[in-house]
């Protein structure tokens, strides 16, 4: 949830320096421009509010003291949050590789005649404000990430200081120059910046949180081919938020008339928190840059809608999204969209139309079969080569998140609390030419998802299909076998008796443990190990377990099926034609399928594909509810 920050118990300290006495240190006369406009945004009521007095710029600094004096004194007024901007040359110590930021005085290759980046930090430490936000708009910035985010700042800034949360960009990363652009009237970073706080974000909302004012930063500035921002959050610091210039408050819903009567209770029970009742929505048109989003059209939802049937229609109703080649498919969290992943790209459809909202080119490594919903909902990550970061309504690539050389990166799962991914796949080098890996040395990962650092791995095991446990203590690792992976360990523990190939692994909500591979699908007693019962006998690609805990649909070679998890019969066939790919909407009422025939689980098959994402609306007479 956004946080709006109270003007009055905040300040903002706008530091700037333009004009270097040494010849060896060009002058920025941008730097003076960004200093006046982010003074004037952040008073701007629209934006933030600021009063002018508290919100201090500090021009051309000659000493570390008009820096630092000014700091100290709103470190002790803030009590809300305290940002500190800083826009300058940035050097680096020979002895330590530290961060100093220039002053007035400064020389190149002297780095003791500028202002060390941990000073600064230091006198933050001592601050009353419960939040902070540090921008720096400097050559090397990135270097102040590592100190922010080591170990000893992390513990005082959290635990010492008591500071709710601390959010740091840097322009550039640490071995990397910030881009200042003669003749423009900003700098790069800064200018981005401006533009998105002056114009806001169409369709984000009323606020506009951190992490979102980053990612639309990060994303246009790499579009541009300029230097790319760098971030670190602490605590939930990223909530801290803007007002939206560009938000648009929807009109009031008219009250139902005779010729439309109120909706009739959910059959299926109350929605989950978030998904929206209301199919009448706006398409928002958004543009960016350098040709990774193509533009989709603008215009109302109510005229085409997917299922006009109702939910008293009592037969299964098939629609065909797209052709080509899907390799993955997932709904938002909200259900409002549907996202697939294929050769072609990455495309976010309307999921009451069925009309495309977005899509990237951008290339994507190997063959993109995997996608997963961050539980924030704000971003996705996809994978096939490497795993990247997607905006969760554009389908931009925000960042790279893990990149292992001569490996595939495939299988995801996010943690229920979105603090981690487990992640699987395959080395390259390992692969022979039927698709059979014959080497999988660290193809298990667990990354933390906002830094992309790797936590724990392992090469013990060949790892296809990865599933958390409801609790998030232990992660189903599929493969040649079943392992189950000990969270807090850090080790694989147990092994489930399999001794051959699996596609896909998931736990129901009362913890058991169902898996599906070349022999088809096993319900597993998860404390015990021992097999409940066997289902599908033939191969199967994938499972999608219903909001109900209770109908599970399968897919494989030989179509998609809908079971009962209590009767343990199936209930319906929804398609003969091959399957890789399921995914439920939030409702619980539609349920997506997708195929590509350069699917890695196509190559062993050899059977005939009808490449594409089919949606079936799904009658409740199919959808018992988890006590009946």
């Given at each position: 949830?956004?946080?709006?920050?109270?003007?009055?118990?905040?300040?903002?300290?706008?530091?700037?320096?333009?004009?270097?006495?040494?010849?060896?240190?060009?002058?920025?006369?941008?730097?003076?421009?960004?200093?006046?406009?982010?003074?004037?945004?952040?008073?701007?009521?629209?934006?933030?509010?600021?009063?002018?007095?508290?919100?201090?710029?500090?021009?051309?600094?000659?000493?570390?003291?008009?820096?630092?004096?000014?700091?100290?004194?709103?470190?002790?007024?803030?009590?809300?949050?305290?940002?500190?901007?800083?826009?300058?040359?940035?050097?680096?110590?020979?002895?330590?590789?530290?961060?100093?930021?220039?002053?007035?005085?400064?020389?190149?290759?002297?780095?003791?005649?500028?202002?060390?980046?941990?000073?600064?930090?230091?006198?933050?430490?001592?601050?009353?404000?419960?939040?902070?936000?540090?921008?720096?708009?400097?050559?090397y910035s990135g270097r102040a990430l590592g100190r922010m985010a080591s170990a000893d700042a992390a513990t005082v800034l959290a635990?010492?200081?008591?500071?709710?949360?601390?959010?740091?960009?840097?322009?550039?990363?640490?071995?990397?120059?910030?881009?200042?652009?003669?003749?423009?009237?900003?700098?790069?970073?800064?200018?981005?910046?401006?533009?998105?706080?002056?114009?806001?974000?169409?369709?984000?909302?009323?606020?506009?949180?951190?992490?979102?004012?980053?990612?639309?930063?990060?994303?246009?500035?790499?579009?541009?081919?300029?230097?790319?921002?760098?971030?670190?959050?602490?605590?939930?610091?990223?909530?801290?938020?803007?007002?939206?210039?560009?938000?648009?408050?929807?009109?009031?819903?008219?009250?139902?008339?005779?010729?439309?009567?109120?909706?009739?209770?959910?059959?299926?029970?109350?929605?989950?928190?978030?998904?929206?009742?209301?199919?009448?929505?706006?398409?928002?048109?958004?543009?960016?840059?350098?040709?990774?989003?193509?533009?989709?059209?603008?215009?109302?939802?109510?005229?085409?809608?997917?299922?006009?049937?109702?939910?008293?229609?009592?037969?299964?109703?098939?629609?065909?999204?797209?052709?080509?080649?899907?390799?993955?498919?997932?709904?938002?969290?909200?259900?409002?969209?549907?996202?697939?992943?294929?050769?072609?790209?990455?495309?976010?459809?309307?999921?009451?139309?069925?009309?495309?909202?977005?899509?990237?080119?951008?290339?994507?490594?190997?063959?993109?079969?995997?996608?997963?919903?961050?539980?924030?909902?704000?971003?996705?990550?996809?994978?096939?080569?490497?795993?990247?970061v997607h905006e969760a309504t554009t389908a931009v690539p925000v960042s790279t998140l893990l990149a292992v050389p001569d490996h595939?990166?495939?299988?995801?799962?996010?943690?229920?609390?979105?603090?981690?991914?487990?992640?699987?796949?395959?080395?390259?080098?390992?692969?022979?030419?039927?698709?059979?890996?014959?080497?999988?040395?660290?193809?298990?990962?667990?990354?933390?998802?906002?830094?992309?650092?790797?936590?724990?791995?392992?090469?013990?095991?060949?790892?296809?299909?990865?599933?958390?446990?409801?609790?998030?203590?232990?992660?189903?690792?599929?493969?040649?076998?079943?392992?189950?992976?000990?969270?807090?360990?850090?080790?694989?523990?147990?092994?489930?008796?399999?001794?051959?190939?699996?596609?896909?692994?998931?736990?129901?909500?009362?913890?058991?443990?169902?898996?599906?591979?070349?022999?088809?699908?096993?319900?597993?007693?998860?404390?015990?190990?021992?097999?409940?019962?066997?289902?599908?006998?033939?191969?199967?690609?994938?499972?999608?377990?219903?909001?109900?805990?209770?109908?599970?649909?399968?897919?494989?070679p030989d179509g998609v099926q809908l079971w009962d998890l209590t009767t343990r019969r199936r209930t319906a066939t929804l398609t003969?034609?091959?399957?890789?790919?399921?995914?439920?909407?939030?409702?619980?009422?539609?349920?997506?399928?997708?195929?590509?025939?350069?699917?890695?689980?196509?190559?062993?098959?050899?059977?005939?594909?009808?490449?594409?994402?089919?949606?079936?609306?799904?009658?409740?007479?199919?959808?018992?509810?988890?006590?009946?």
């Amino acid at each position: 949830m956004s946080v709006l920050p109270d003007p009055q118990a905040s300040r903002a300290l706008l530091i700037g320096t333009s004009r270097y006495n040494d010849p060896g240190l060009t002058s920025l006369p941008a730097v003076a421009e960004n200093l006046t406009a982010l003074a004037r945004t952040l008073r701007d009521p629209g934006v933030w509010g600021l009063p002018k007095t508290h919100c201090t710029t500090i021009s051309n600094p000659a000493t570390a003291a008009e820096v630092i004096d000014p700091i100290i004194e709103a470190a002790q007024q803030a009590t809300d949050t305290l940002l500190v901007y800083y826009a300058g040359h940035g050097l680096i110590a020979r002895r330590d590789a530290e961060l100093h930021l220039a002053l007035t005085g400064s020389r190149p290759n002297a780095a003791h005649t500028a202002l060390p980046y941990g000073a600064l930090r230091d006198e933050l430490l001592n601050t009353r404000a419960r939040r902070q936000v540090v921008i720096l708009d400097c050559c090397y910035s990135g270097r102040a990430l590592g100190r922010m985010a080591s170990a000893d700042a992390a513990t005082v800034l959290a635990d010492e200081a008591a500071i709710e949360g601390t959010y740091l960009i840097a322009a550039a990363a640490e071995t990397r120059t910030a881009l200042s652009v003669p003749g423009e009237p900003h700098t790069a970073f800064t200018s981005e910046l401006l533009t998105t706080l002056d114009r806001g974000i169409p369709g984000a909302g009323p606020h506009l949180d951190l992490d979102t004012l980053y990612r639309h930063v990060e994303t246009t500035l790499r579009a541009k081919q300029r230097p790319r921002p760098q971030r670190r959050i602490r605590n939930t610091a990223d909530r801290l938020a803007f007002h939206n210039r560009a938000h648009v408050p929807a009109p009031p819903a008219p009250a139902p008339t005779a010729a439309q009567p109120a909706a009739s209770p959910d059959p299926l029970g109350p929605h989950p928190a978030g998904v929206a009742r209301d199919t009448r929505r706006v398409s928002r048109r958004r543009a960016f840059i350098g040709g990774a989003v193509a533009l989709v059209t603008a215009g109302t939802a109510t005229s085409a809608a997917l299922w006009p049937w109702g939910d008293d229609d009592n037969a299964v109703r098939t629609r065909r999204l797209t052709d080509g080649e899907i390799g993955g498919v997932a709904y938002s969290l909200d259900g409002r969209t549907l996202v697939t992943i294929g050769l072609s790209g990455t495309q976010v459809w309307d999921a009451t139309t069925g009309k495309m909202l977005a899509e990237t080119t951008a290339a994507q490594s190997g063959s993109p079969s995997f996608l997963a919903f961050n539980p924030d909902g704000k971003t996705f990550v996809t994978s096939g080569g490497d795993v990247f970061v997607h905006e969760a309504t554009t389908a931009v690539p925000v960042s790279t998140l893990l990149a292992v050389p001569d490996h595939d990166i495939v299988p995801l799962a996010f943690s229920p609390d979105g603090t981690m991914l487990a992640c699987g796949g395959a080395d390259t080098r390992g692969v022979d030419d039927s698709g059979d890996a014959e080497d999988r040395k660290n193809s298990f990962r667990v990354v933390d998802p906002s830094t992309g650092s790797v936590r724990a791995s392992s090469s013990d095991h060949d790892v296809r299909a990865v599933a958390f446990s409801p609790d998030g203590k232990k992660i189903a690792c599929a493969g040649a076998g079943c392992w189950l992976w000990d969270v807090a360990g850090r080790r694989f523990g147990h092994e489930i008796g399999l001794n051959n190939g699996s596609y896909a692994v998931l736990f129901t909500p009362d913890g058991r443990l169902v898996t599906a591979g070349e022999y088809g699908v096993r319900l597993w007693d998860a404390a015990s190990l021992r097999i409940k019962a066997s289902l599908l006998a033939g191969p199967t690609y994938a499972m999608a377990l219903h909001r109900n805990g209770r109908t599970i649909a399968f897919a494989g070679p030989d179509g998609v099926q809908l079971w009962d998890l209590t009767t343990r019969r199936r209930t319906a066939t929804l398609t003969d034609n091959t399957t890789q790919t399921l995914a439920w909407s939030p409702d619980g009422r539609t349920l997506a399928g997708a195929t590509s025939q350069y699917s890695v689980k196509n190559r062993r098959w050899g059977t005939p594909y009808d490449s594409g994402c089919l949606l079936w609306r799904i009658p409740v007479r199919l959808l018992p509810t988890s006590s009946s």
